[in-house]
């Protein structure tokens, strides 16, 4: 499935079915094709959902390196490994200079696991946001 398809499914999805969730997708040019996916009211955390050959990979952006108080990044990053299991389908990471939360699924994944993949690491983020807010300047 391509970005573009994705789209158009997730917005219909939407609009059809009057999901607790509301999708809005928006197609990214550049070297990757990535689709910004914001849910209505949450857009200050978009998803970027890309597609490879091997998965559908979708990460959200929490915060920057420099945003962690600096003697509590050890005791941060700890928490963050101790939530990683527990926490449904998605898993901390870095990329750059950012801390991400991301979930990946099949390619051969329908348009409604990837909207439950959306929604779930949508939720997710909410949480972390909280549950770390001590480490964070």
Known sequence: MNLHAIANKLNALSAEQALSMQFDCYPIAGDVEVLQVNILGREELPIFLSVTDNQILCITYLWGKDEVIA??????MSAMLELNIPMPLSAFASIDNKYVLYGALSTQADIQQIAQELTVLSDNCLEVIDEMADYLI
């Not at 003697?71 to 941060?76: G, I, L, V, Y």
């Open 71 to 76: 003697d509590k990044q050890f005791e941060m």
